[in-house]
C-alpha cells in the first residue's frame, strides 16, 4: 500500500471493456433485485430493519461488557479466546496456535477479516499452506487475486476465465465453461484439501454474548466440512461481530440472507458452542481499528454491519466501476467509509466514488445511515488535509465565489459569454476532466436572476 | 495477549456513547395459513424436496427414495430405519467420507425459508450433515414452527455444543450468478415430513 488509492483512474481502467463493464452492472443489479423481491415477501421487514439497528446500536455502546460476557461464557464452554490489537498481532496469534499443533494445512472459508489481515501470505511465508474453500476465493486465490465482493468474491470474473483457471490449476477440459461441470470440479478438488487438512479456519458472522457461541453462516457447507474433519478449528472475529442475546439471531438470520442474495436464509447457518470430541475450538477477537471506530460519532454506526454486500449491489458507482478499484478489502459503499477510517490519505478518493443517491441507505438491512457518512467523509478528507491539490484549489475557488454574491454574477455573466465563444479546443482541453465523456451545456442567454426580477416586473 | 485484552476493552470504555435500549421483540412476526404447506413450498423454493408420510410408513417411504436406493454407504440415526454405517464403531471422521446418504432426525422446521434445526446430540461426528452425498432429514410434521423467531425460542444453546439450521441442499452461485446445486455438502436433501 505504497501509493495512495485512485479510485477514478482504476474506475477508467475497469470501464475501458463496456461490454464487460455492462456485464458487470447487469450481474450485480441481478442479486439487487433478487434481494427486493425477498425483502417485499417479509411484511414486517421494515420493523426487522429497525429491530435489527436497536440492537446493534446498544452493542455498539456496550462492547466492553458484552465482550467480556462473551469471553466468560464462552470459556465456560471450553472455547479458547484470544485477544488482537491489530492484523499482525492475530497472525501470530493463530500462527502459534496452528504451530503448537504441528499444522502444515489450513483449510479456510470465507472470512473478510484475515482478508483484512492478510492471513494468508503470513502464513505461506511460515511454510503453512492455506486453502480457501469457497468456490469463488479459491477462484481468485488460484488466479492470485484478491476478492472484488465481499459476498461473491469472484463476480469480476467470466466463466470462460475460470474455465481457463481451472484447467491450468485442476486440470479440467480446456475451453470448459460450464458452471456445472467447473463447479463439479472444485467440489472433487476440494474435498482432497478438506480431507488432509490439519486445521480449519472460519470467519464469524454473529458471536453471542449469553452464550458464549457463535454462528458462521455458509451456503456451500465449506466451513461446515472444514472444521468437522480436523480436530482444530480457530475462528477470526473482529470484535463488533458481537450481539447480546440468542434471540436476536432471528432478526439477523432473517435479514443477512436475504439482503445479501435474496435467499431467505443461508443453506448453513451453524451454532459453535464448543469444541468437538477430541477437539480444540479457538476465537481471535480482533480490533485493528475497530475501537478507534467506535469512539467517532460521525461513523461509529458503521460498526453495525452485518457484511451482506447490499449496498454494493446497489451501487450505480461499484456496479460500474469493479471491487479492484477500491483496493480495500470490504469495497462499495460501506468499504469507502471503513478504508478511510482506516487511513484517510491512502483512501481519500473512495468517499468520493458515490453519487449521494441514497439507495445504499435504503437497502442496508441494518439501517446504516451510509450516504450521510461518506458526505461526512469528504468535509473530514478536506479538514484532515488530505485532498489532492486540484480538489483543494478547485474547493477554495468555489467557496470564494458562492460566498460573494457579487463575484458569484459576475462569474455567472462571464460564464454565459466564455462557454458561448470560446472554441471547442480551448473549453474541451486536458483540464477540463469533467467534458471528457459530456458535453457542457448550452449557455442560456440570461441568468435566473434576471428571469426572476423581468417576471415579477410583469406581474 | 493480556495486553491486548485490556487495552482493547479500556479504550472500549472511553467516550461512551449514549446506549440504547435493546428492543424486546415482542412483535407479531410473520404468521402462515398453514405453516407445513409453507414449509413445503420454501424447502423446494431452496431446492429441496419433501415427503409426508405416518409414522408406521417411514421406512416405506425413505426405502423408495431413488437416493436410498442408489447408496451403497449409508448412515442412519432414525429408529426404524437401517443404515449400514455404525457411527458409534467410527473413531476418525475422515472415514465418513465414502458415505453416500445420511439419514438424521431433524427437531423442527421453519416455515419461512424451510430450514431444519439439528444438533449433534445424537449424532458422534456433526460432519455426517456435510460429507455424505445425500441427505435426508426426518422431522415430526407438528414440529414446525412459522419463523426465525418462534425456531430460536425452541432451541436451548446450554445443551448442545453444535446446531445449525439446514436449508436445501449445498449450493453456490460462484460462477457467473449461475446456481449449482451440490457445492461441498449434500447434492440433494430431502425432509420427510411425519405425521
Redesign the interface.
Known amino acids: 500500500m505504497s501509493s495512495k488509492t485512485d479510485h477514478p483512474a482504476l474506475a477508467t481502467v475497469f470501464v475501458r471493456d463496456e461490454a464487460r463493464t455492462k456485464w458487470h452492472d447487469e ?1 450485480l443489479w ?2 439487487r433485485t433478487k434481494r427486493d423481491r425477498a425483502a417485499a415477501a ?3 421487514w421494515e ?1 426487522l430493519r ?2 435489527a439497528e ?2 446493534k ?2 452493542v ?5 461488557e458484552l ?2 460476557r462473551f469471553e466468560q461464557n464462552a470459556a465456560a ?1 471450553g472455547i479458547q479466546v ?4 491489530d492484523g499482525e ?1 492475530h497472525n501470530r ?1 493463530v500462527l502459534e496456535i496452528l504451530k503448537k499443533h504441528n499444522v502444515r494445512h489450513v483449510v479456510k472459508s470465507k472470512s473478510m477479516l484475515t482478508e483484512e489481515c492478510h492471513l494468508n501470505p503470513y502464513l505461506e511465508a511460515n511454510d503453512i499452506s492455506v486453502v480457501d ?4 476465493e479459491r ?1 481468485v486465490q488460484l488466479r492470485g487475486e484478491s476478492p472484488s465482493h465481499i459476498v ?4 469480476h470474473i ?2 470462460e476465465e ?1 474455465g481457463e483457471t481451472f484447467h491450468e490449476h485442476l486440470g479440467t477440459d480446456a475451453g470448459a465453461s460450464d ?2 461441470y ?3 470440479a472444485a ?1 472433487q478438488h ?2 482432497e484439501q ?2 488432509k487438512a490439519d486445521a480449519g479456519i472460519t470467519g464469524v458472522n454473529f458471536a ?1 454474548a449469553e ?1 458464549g ?1 457463535f454462528v458462521v453462516c455458509t ?4 466451513a ?2 472444514g472444521v ?2 480436523p480436530g482444530l478449528h480457530i475462528a477470526c472475529m473482529g ?1 463488533e461481530k458481537m450481539i ?8 439477523f ?2 435479514l443477512l440472507a436475504r439482503s445479501a ?1 435474496g ?15 477430541n477437539g480444540e475450538l479457538h476465537i481471535v ?1 480482533v ?1 485493528n481499528g475497530r ?2 471506530l ?2 467517532d ?1 460521525n461513523f ?1 454506526r458503521s460498526l453495525s454491519c452485518i457484511r451482506c454486500g447490499a449496498c454494493m449491489n446497489t451501487c450505480p458507482v461499484y456496479r460500474r466501476s469493479g471491487g479492484h478499484s477500491y483496493q480495500s478489502t470490504v469495497p462499495g459503499p460501506i468499504g469507502s467509509i471503513l478504508a478511510p477510517a482506516r487511513d484517510a490519505h491512502q483512501f481519500h478518493t473512495l468517499p468520493f466514488a458515490c453519487s449521494l443517491c441514497g439507495s445504499c441507505t435504503d437497502v442496508c438491512p441494518v439501517k446504516i445511515d451510509l450516504h450521510h457518512e461518506l458526505l461526512t467523509w469528504r468535509r473530514e478528507i478536506a479538514r484532515r488535509n488530505a485532498l489532492p491539490r486540484s480538489k483543494k484549489w478547485g474547493m477554495r475557488l468555489a467557496s470564494a465565489v458562492l460566498r460573494r454574491p457579487w463575484l458569484y454574477r459576475l462569474a455567472g455573466s462571464m460564464a454565459r459569454i466564455f462557454l458561448r465563444w470560446t472554441p471547442r479546443w480551448i473549453l474541451y482541453s486536458k483540464l477540463n476532466t469533467w467534458g471528457r465523456q459530456r458535453d457542457l451545456p448550452v449557455p442560456p442567454a440570461k441568468s435566473f436572476r434576471q428571469m426572476y426580477r423581468e417576471r415579477q416586473k410583469r406581474s | ?2 495486553d ?2 485490556s ?3 479500556n ?13 424486546t ?1 415482542d ?4 404468521q402462515f395459513p398453514d405453516p407445513i404447506a409453507q414449509f413445503r413450498d ?1 424447502v423446494v ?2 431446492g429441496g424436496q419433501t415427503e409426508t408420510c405416518k409414522a408406521a410408513d417411514l421406512a416405506d417411504t425413505v426405502g423408495r427414495l431413488t437416493v436410498f436406493d442408489e447408496s451403497k454407504r449409508i448412515v442412519s440415526t432414525v429408529d426404524g430405519i437401517a443404515g449400514n454405517v455404525d457411527l458409534q464403531q467410527v473413531a476418525d ?2 472415514d465418513l ?1 465414502d458415505v453416500h446418504l445420511a439419514i438424521a432426525l431433524g427437531q423442527f422446521g ?1 416455515a ?4 431444519v434445526w439439528i444438533d449433534d446430540h445424537s449424532l ?4 455426517v ?3 455424505p452425498q445425500h441427505v435426508i432429514l426426518v422431522i415430526p410434521s407438528r414440529d414446525v414452527v412459522h ?3 418462534e ?3 425452541r ?1 436451548d ?2 445443551e ?19 446456481l ?1 446445486i ?5 447434492r440433494s436433501m430431502h425432509v420427510v415430513l411425519v405425521d
Open positions: 450481474a441481478f442479486v417479509v411484511p414486517e420493523t429497525t429491530t436497536q440492537i446500536a446498544h455498539v455502546a456496550n462492547l466492553a465482550l467480556e464452554r484470544h485477544w488482537a490489537s498481532e496469534i474453500t469457497d468456490l469463488g477462484i461473491l468474491p469472484a463476480i467470466k466463466k475460470v458452471p456445472q467447473l463447479t463439479e467440489r476440494l474435498r478438506f480431507m453471542i452464550t457461541g451456503n456451500e457447507g465449506n461446515d466440512l468437522s474433519l470484535l447480546p442475546r440468542y434471540q436476536d439471531l432471528a432478526v438470520t432473517r442474495t435467499q431467505p436464509i443461508t443453506t448453513y447457518t451453524s451454532h459453535f458452542h464448543g469444541p468437538r470430541e477477537i480490533d475501537t478507534d467506535r469512539s460519532e461509529r | 495477549m493480556n491486548s485484552r487495552q482493547i476493552l479504550s472500549l470504555r472511553h467516550r461512551l456513547p449514549q446506549s440504547a435500549p435493546l428492543p421483540m412483535e407479531s412476526w410473520i420454501s423454493a431452496v471422521p475422515h467420507e421453519v419461512e425459508n424451510g430450514a458422534r461426528h456433526r460432519v450433515l456435510f460429507i419463523n426465525m423467531h425456531a430460536y425460542r432451541i444453546f446450554a448442545n455444543h453444535f446446531g445449525v439450521f439446514i436449508s436445501g441442499p449445498s449450493k453456490t452461485a460462484d460462477i457467473e450468478q449461475s449449482v451440490g457445492a461441498h455438502g449434500a
